[in-house]
């Protein structure tokens, strides 16, 4: 009998084997570098964001800059956010990326009409994105949409006056970017 179960287990071993040259053969290791900007521009408001990130057998960790200012209601915003992005990629040739952002630091400036400023570093959110790919020899070319929502806390002024206290917002960008592949 134990010769049997011997020759099922070597049949299911070559199995393995076998599908696992298949997936290799199919989609090969590669490094990718890679850089999206995206902007934004209005009447009131003026956007910038960019991802950078290197991709390794599908894993992604990358990071993210969001330049933001804005006026509305008789006050003047400028924010910067940094997050870290951890990704995967789907495909080859063609690939699509999604992936999540956390904040992990960032400075807000705002003025009000009457010229006090506001400041913080308080800051936390999320986002996430998804980026389509397409290769053409070394290079990708990148197509990417980009969502973030984050909060400033303790927004600190030397007036004592305090009507302002914290500060969130969110929105999206298109990006265009272009990638390296090994």
Not at 19 to 27: E, L, R
Not at 55 to 76: A, R
Not at 115 to 128: A, D, L, P, W
């Amino acid at each position: 009998g134990s010769k049997k179960s011997s020759v099922i287990s070597r049949d299911s071993q070559s199995k393995g084997y076998q599908s696992k040259d298949y997936q290799n053969i199919k989609y090969p290791s590669k490094i990718r570098f890679r850089y999206l900007t995206g902007t934004y521009s209005s009447d009131s408001q003026e956007a910038i964001s960019s991802i950078s990130s290197i991709i390794w057998d599908g894993v992604g960790i990358g990071q993210s800059v969001l330049k933001y200012k804005t006026s509305h209601s008789e006050k003047l915003v400028d924010i910067e956010n940094t997050m870290i992005d951890l990704s995967y990629t789907f495909g080859d040739e063609y690939t699509l990326t999604l992936g999540s952002s956390a904040v992990y630091s960032g400075k807000f400036i705002g003025t009000t009409s009457d010229s006090q400023k506001y400041n913080s570093t308080n800051v936390f959110g999320y986002g996430h994105f998804s980026i389509f790919g397409v290769e053409y020899g070394i290079f990708e070319i990148l197509l990417g949409y980009q969502y973030i929502k984050y909060a400033y806390l303790d927004l600190e002024s030397e007036s004592t006056a305090i009507y302002w206290s914290s500060f969130n917002d969110s929105g999206s960008l298109y990006l265009l970017g272009i990638g390296i592949v090994f």
